[in-house]
């Protein structure tokens, strides 16, 4: 198991780099933090063309914390969820002033404590904030991690311990990077290119989910 894993990290590696980079555009953490929360059920590219123009018109967390609920539910319209999405945010963005200083924390418990803020949100901040090893389990992540036979389970946070007795810690951040990647392009949920993949004869799922 060790050594086709190391084979399978190896060949994203290569084929992907190792560079850490994020999808979703921000200046700062709590900016991050906000567009993670809007791109529940949604797509990257949607959640930058929104957050363009948001962080432009609320470009503090003040601004945040004292927007009108109605005003932010147009404003994140078309991210979908809005009402919980803009609740979440302005909560979240208040709890940040009152409780930790206007600065996102960096602990997992503390994160998970915010509104709209779960284990995927909080690992996002914190591989991507503050460099510590974090395992980002998404739709893509479930998926070919199952594929792969690197878990059998479904749920997201079963699925994240299954991956982190798995991977070696310096490839949890990495993992997600580049299996976003290979989700867009290859291993995609309908109709997965198996002839194209580079990692198809170390795949468990081969022909049978294809």
Request: hydrophobic share 35%; charged share 30%.
């Amino acid at each position: 198991m060790k050594k086709r894993t190391a084979e399978i990290l190896k060949r994203m590696d290569e084929a992907y780099g190792t560079e850490y980079r994020c999808y979703l555009n921000h200046d700062n953490a709590w900016q991050l933090l906000i567009a993670v929360i809007l791109s529940a059920q949604c797509t990257d590219a949607r959640v930058n063309i929104v957050t363009a123009d948001l962080f432009q018109k609320y470009d503090s967390l003040e601004k945040f914390a004292n927007a009108d609920i109605k005003e932010m539910e147009q404003d994140i319209h078309s991210t979908g969820f809005y009402h919980n999405k803009a609740r979440n945010i302005i909560l979240c963005a208040r709890k940040l002033i009152t409780e930790f200083g206007g600065e996102v924390p960096s602990g997992l418990e503390e994160l998970t404590s915010l509104p709209g803020v779960g284990r995927k949100t909080a690992n996002v901040i914190r591989g991507n904030i503050y460099n510590e090893p974090s395992i980002v389990v998404d739709t893509h992540v479930k998926r070919i991690s199952r594929r792969l036979g690197f878990t059998k389970e479904e749920d997201p946070v079963k699925i994240e311990f299954d991956l982190m007795k798995v991977l070696p810690k310096d490839h949890w951040i990495l993992y997600n990077i580049q299996i976003i990647t290979l989700g867009r392009t290859i291993c995609t949920a309908r109709s997965p290119k198996c002839s194209e993949c580079f990692l198809g004869d170390l795949c468990k799922a081969g022909d049978k989910t294809c």
